[in-house]
């Protein structure tokens, strides 16, 4: 524990609160000489006014009480020059003594003192033997998200925060925190850098760029990813010695894209565990509309198998008797043989030839048209800002220039006629707006969006939005799939797909009888066992000592699972 004389040193040796000290010892001796002079005065009057005669103590004590607004009563003047004497300083104490001392001492000595506390509240240093640990050089969103999921997987980390005030805070709300500079070696020495498992680089590109070089000098073999807004410092941040440069607004715009209803039905891989490989297939005007899970005979006929369905924004865990409409995107799991037998089955069947929408022609919004171009889907872009509409011009078949919100712009774009509209604006309550109003405008419009802060996911499902995903939730699940060292996965907002070793309690127990879906709301979709994995596994799989659940849901149902099993 510091002592109290290690943070009286810290505090005084600060430039800035030797100028709080000296400014308030200055306070001090005003408020002393005016003290003085009214001890004076009130001797002259008592002398030479009323003819009394009181100690120089007896004058302090009478200036004090008055000024302080305790009034004894003890000593008073009887004349009018005395009293209006006492009236100047009462009022003069009320305001030195009860207001600007107060307001001076809180300003330049104890504000200050709590600060120089809160230096020594926040570690300069991991412990000596921390080892396998992730660093992230900002607190964020990203790390925000990132945490909660290091948390789960029992994984230690630390933030490095040159700020030792917001350190302190956030150790205050359970947050490991390091206090350092971001381009200092010797924080990065004082954190076991070169025995950290990885280093998120989550800062601007330039600070990233510094972070990185600073890191490459005390540890050359670390891991290190680097956020950037732009794919244009891609090459940059790579020469810095950065080992994975993610370019997140190409890849949100890229996911986001993935996720569409256009041209004709067939299956969108979203991601590959092992050989297993998860995509979403949206079943509007295709026969799989109106049936039940059980009457598609999708196992049967491709061997895939659905787990899940997307229902206007929520994941529900298939049952064979669940009924498919026209708004279901099925979650189904297979091989790339299987996934390619689908397709062939369905791709017959004519979704919406029309051009897909892509509101908002920024980086991510570009990205997404590029992507869909890519698999041969026209797309109309719509932007306000003519100057971005201009660069917008070669990522889209299409740029209509206008407001969104516009009924015009809309219909000029060919909203009524859409298959689906892709909300790619930065500001939450606009994408919320236009889920809602094309939403009522085209009711078979599939609305994919983006989503900036996790307190508006419910609002823009509400609002009609089929799909939603945001720059962190794509930046946590990214850095989690190298920490991993698996493919990236990315589900949907909140979800995660994760694997756990099977738990003491339902160890010799089936599938069905573990009550896993029932009691968590977890979905199986894979065991792993002695090497081997086994996708899809029926409910008569029993789990043997050893072997591994590859489950997806979200934090809250891995909370339970955690909570139920272990």
Known sequence: MKTLGSHLTFYLSDKDAQRNVRALMKYLAFLLFVIAVFSIVFHLIMLYVEGRSYSWITGIYWTLTVMSTLGFGDITFESDIGRLFSVVVLLSGIVLLLIVLPFAFIRYFYAPWLESQMHFRAPRKVPPDMHDHVILCNYDTVAEGLVERLKNDEMPYYILEPDHTRAANLLKNDISVVVGEVDSPEAYRALNVDRARLLVANREDTVNTSITITVREVAASIPIVT???????VDVLERSGATHVLPLKKWLGEQLANRVRSMHAHANVIGRYRNLLLAELPVHNT????????????????????????????LIPASPDLLLTEDSVPVITGTEEQLEEVDSLLFIYDIN?????????????????????????????????????RRAEGAADTVVTGDASDLEV??????????????????????????????????????????????????????????VLSYATLAVATVMSILRGKELVVLGEGLDLFSVPVPEPLKGETLARSGIGAE????VIGIQENGSFIGNPPASAVLEPGAELVMMGNAEQRKRFASLYR
């Not at 968590?520 to 979905?523: A, E």
Request: aromatic content about 4%; hydrophobic content about 40%; overall charge positive.
């Open 520 to 523: 968590t709301g977890l979905i």
């Open 287 to 314: 026969p799989l509309a109106d049936k039940t899970i059980r009457e598609t005979r999708l196992r049967e006929i491709a061997g895939v198998n659905i787990v899940a369905v997307w229902e206007r924004g929520r």
């Open 410 to 467: 809309l219909t000029r774009a060919g909203l009524m006629e859409a298959p689906s509209v892709l909300l790619t604006t930065h500001d939450d309550s606009m994408n919320i707006f236009l889920a809602s109003y094309c939403r009522r405008l085209n009711p078979e419009l599939r609305i994919v969006s983006r989503i900036s802060h996790e307190r508006n996911i419910e609002s823009i499902h509400r609002a009609g939005a089929d799909f």
């Open 353 to 389: 030839p029309n051009p897909v929408i892509v509101i908002g022609g920024g980086r991510v919004g570009r990205s997404a048209a590029r992507a869909l171009r890519q698999k041969e889907v026209p797309v109309t872009i719509i932007e306000r800002d003519p100057v971005v509409s």
């Open 227 to 233: 956020i950037t807004d732009g794919d244009e410092f």
